[in-house]
């Protein structure tokens, strides 16, 4: 089974035709400039356009840095401070333009999506949390196989601190504030400990670019569930989605 799956990022919007059986991609990955804007309709014109260079006539899955239920964006889009998306059937207005059905989530919950089908939490059951460490921190929740949507736990706070945890434990802060792995995974450790106390995970994922260097920081993390690095990192999204498009 074919679907073609779109990550709409920050910077980018990258699409392909994905075996939704296998999670390999089956064409070239189209990568389009992200309106630097995210106008609305620019946004739906791009993913449209992506779409269309991959070339295949079928239901699409996009994954969107937002909080959204049933094609509806009910957050501002992450990287940005964009409220007038809040309210707006993005769902609605793709499959219109491109012509097939559509079916629009959350990117960390995409991300997740890929990693429980063909990474490292396939054919795990129980509570399975897939984190993504970037420029903040999406994460995925599966019981039993079964996705919690729009989780946003890049959004807790953690006792005696004024920001968010995303704000602590992102990748960008890692870097921007010139931290070494020990003292930035220190951080992590704090926060999947407060994680695990909330949801008692049974394995966590941990993803984004970062988990490449897994080898420098998981081992600081010391809690009760199982935590490995994501084996699934930049295809992830496409492949997410694709994934929630199977149902179409």
Do not use: C
Request: cysteine-free; overall charge negative; glycine content about 12%.
């Amino acid at each position: 089974m074919m679907r073609v799956g779109v990550d709409v990022g920050g910077s980018g919007t990258k699409a392909a035709l994905v075996d939704v059986t296998t999670g390999g991609l089956v064409s070239e990955r189209v990568r389009l400039e992200t309106p630097a804007n995210f106008e609305f309709d620019q946004m739906v014109d791009t993913v449209a356009e992506v779409v269309r260079q991959v070339g295949h006539e079928g239901p699409v899955g996009v994954g969107f840095p937002a909080v959204v239920v049933r094609g509806v964006v009910k957050s501002p889009p992450t990287a940005h401070e964009f409220e007038d998306w809040v309210g707006r059937d993005f769902g609605a207005a793709l499959s219109k333009a491109i012509g097939v059905p559509v079916t629009v989530l959350n990117d960390a919950d995409a991300a997740g999506l890929a990693e429980r089908s063909f990474g490292a939490g396939r054919e795990r059951d129980g509570v399975v949390m897939v984190f993504t460490l970037g420029t903040g921190v999406g994460s995925a929740m599966f019981v039993d196989g079964v996705l919690v949507p729009n989780t946003e736990l890049g959004k807790l706070y953690l006792a005696n601190r004024s920001e968010v945890s995303e704000n602590q434990v992102a990748s960008r802060v890692r870097q921007e504030e010139g931290l070494g792995w020990s003292e930035w995974g220190g951080r992590l450790a704090e926060y999947l400990d407060h994680v695990e106390r909330l949801f008692t995970p049974d394995l966590v994922i941990v993803g984004g670019g970062v988990s490449r260097k897994h080898q420098k920081f998981l081992d600081i993390v010391d809690i009760d569930a199982e935590v490995v690095a994501a084996q699934l990192r930049n295809h992830a999204g496409i492949v997410g989605a694709a994934v929630a498009a199977s149902s179409l």
